[in-house]
Every structure is written in structure tokens, then in C-alpha cells.
């Protein structure tokens, strides 16, 4: 029996009863180079492995559901690859949010006056920004809007968020860098 032909049948297996002997022997057959993969595209040992288990705990719960019928190998690794994009995705635009930025430094008195002259600093750089890009720069980092959403309030396409964005970030950048 080829290595495809035994993957279809132990999924056959795990989708008519779930069968815990069946998932094992998948999992043993495929985990590591699926990590090695998502660590190809995640740069992070961690990470990769995270998404590995994500994608077969997916497969665990929804495997009634799911109609593999070509290559079970082929699903994992498409799985491994849109979980992995998803996550690199995900993790470019996480940041923390413009009015949270005090509560990082909080501590000791001398933290907190540092603290204060930071966000001085950062606000007065936000203040020098021109006013269509200061607008857009403070609903994503302050009311925390999509560029979707942002492009739908103010009338605009969601490119030119994005260009505003990537122009506010880089004179604040300028800004900040040479204080």
C-alpha cells in the first residue's frame, strides 16, 4: 500500500468514528515535516508548531465534516501553508494600541515621568503630521479601525489608508528618531 493510499485510509478511519489509533498514526506520519515547513514560512520554532497543532486539532473536530478525497498529505500541507500566511499576516499589523502606550511604563515614579515624557514626545510628532494623515493615523491607533473601515468613514479607497499610514508611520519615525 502506497503512503497515499494508507493516509486516505486511516482518514477514512478518523471520519466515520473518530478513531484515536487512526489520527495518532497520521499525526506520527506527518508532524514533523509540517513543522519543518511552517517553520519555513514562520522563521520560529514555536510558532510553526502552534500552527501544526491548530491544523490538526481543525481536523480532529471537523473531520465528519471535511472532504479530503485526493491526497490527505496535499490537505495538511495546503492547511500547514494558509494557517502559517495567516498567522505572519496577523502578527504585521498586531501593535499596541496608541492610548495603552503609558500603561507599559507604569512602575515607579521615575518610570512614570519618563513615561510621561515619551507620550509628550509621541504626541508632538503625531501633532506635526499632516492633517489627513494625522486623522487616519489616529483611527487606526486610537478608535482602532480596520483600513477598511477607516476607507468606508472617510470616503476612501483602502490604498490610500494604507499609503497614509505607511507615510504617517515613516515621519513619525523621522520624527521621533532625531529627538
Same mark, same amino acid.
Given at each position: 500500500?502506497?503512503?497515499?493510499?494508507?493516509?486516505?485510509?486511516?482518514?477514512?478511519?478518523?471520519?466515520?468514528?473518530?478513531?484515536?489509533?487512526?489520527?495518532?498514526?497520521?499525526?506520527?506520519?506527518?508532524?514533523?515535516?509540517?513543522?519543518?515547513?511552517?517553520?519555513?514560512?514562520?522563521?520560529?520554532?514555536?510558532?510553526?508548531?502552534?500552527?501544526?497543532?491548530?491544523?490538526?486539532?481543525?481536523?480532529?473536530?471537523? %473531520? =465528519?465534516?471535511? /472532504? $479530503?478525497? @485526493?491526497?490527505?498529505?496535499?490537505?495538511?500541507?495546503?492547511?500547514?501553508r494558509? #494557517?502559517a500566511?495567516?498567522?505572519?499576516?496577523?502578527?504585521?499589523?498586531?501593535?499596541?494600541?496608541?492610548?495603552e502606550?503609558?500603561?507599559?511604563?507604569?512602575?515607579?515614579?521615575?518610570?512614570?515621568?519618563?513615561?510621561?515624557?515619551?507620550?509628550?514626545?509621541?504626541?508632538?510628532?503625531?501633532?506635526?503630521?499632516?492633517?489627513?494623515?494625522?486623522?487616519?493615523?489616529?483611527?487606526?491607533?486610537?478608535?482602532?479601525?480596520?483600513?477598511?473601515?477607516? %476607507? =468606508?468613514e472617510? /470616503? $476612501?479607497? @483602502?490604498?490610500?489608508?494604507?499609503?497614509?499610514?505607511?507615510?504617517?508611520?515613516? #515621519?513619525l519615525?523621522?520624527?521621533?528618531?532625531?529627538?
Open positions: 500500500m502506497s503512503d497515499n493510499e494508507r493516509d486516505m485510509a486511516l482518514w477514512l478511519q478518523l471520519r466515520r468514528g473518530g478513531e484515536i489509533a487512526a489520527f495518532r498514526e497520521l499525526f506520527d506520519r506527518h508532524y514533523a515535516p509540517l513543522c519543518r515547513f511552517a517553520e519555513f514560512w514562520l522563521r520560529d520554532r514555536t510558532s510553526a508548531e502552534e500552527v501544526v497543532l491548530d491544523v490538526y486539532t481543525y481536523l480532529w473536530q471537523h %473531520a =465528519a465534516e471535511l /472532504q $479530503i478525497t @485526493v491526497s490527505v498529505r496535499a490537505y495538511l500541507f495546503r492547511a500547514v494558509n #494557517r500566511l495567516n498567522r505572519l499576516r496577523d502578527d504585521r499589523f498586531s501593535y499596541i494600541p496608541f492610548d502606550l503609558g500603561e507599559i511604563f507604569a512602575g515607579p515614579d521615575e518610570l512614570r515621568i519618563e513615561t510621561d515624557e515619551i507620550m509628550e514626545l509621541v504626541a508632538e510628532a503625531v501633532s506635526q503630521l499632516p492633517d489627513r494623515c494625522r486623522d487616519i493615523f489616529l483611527k487606526s491607533r486610537r478608535e482602532q479601525l480596520s483600513n477598511a473601515e477607516i %476607507a =468606508a472617510m /470616503q $476612501i479607497s @483602502v490604498k490610500t489608508v494604507e499609503a497614509q499610514m505607511s507615510k504617517a508611520l515613516r #515621519r519615525r523621522r520624527l521621533l528618531h532625531k529627538e
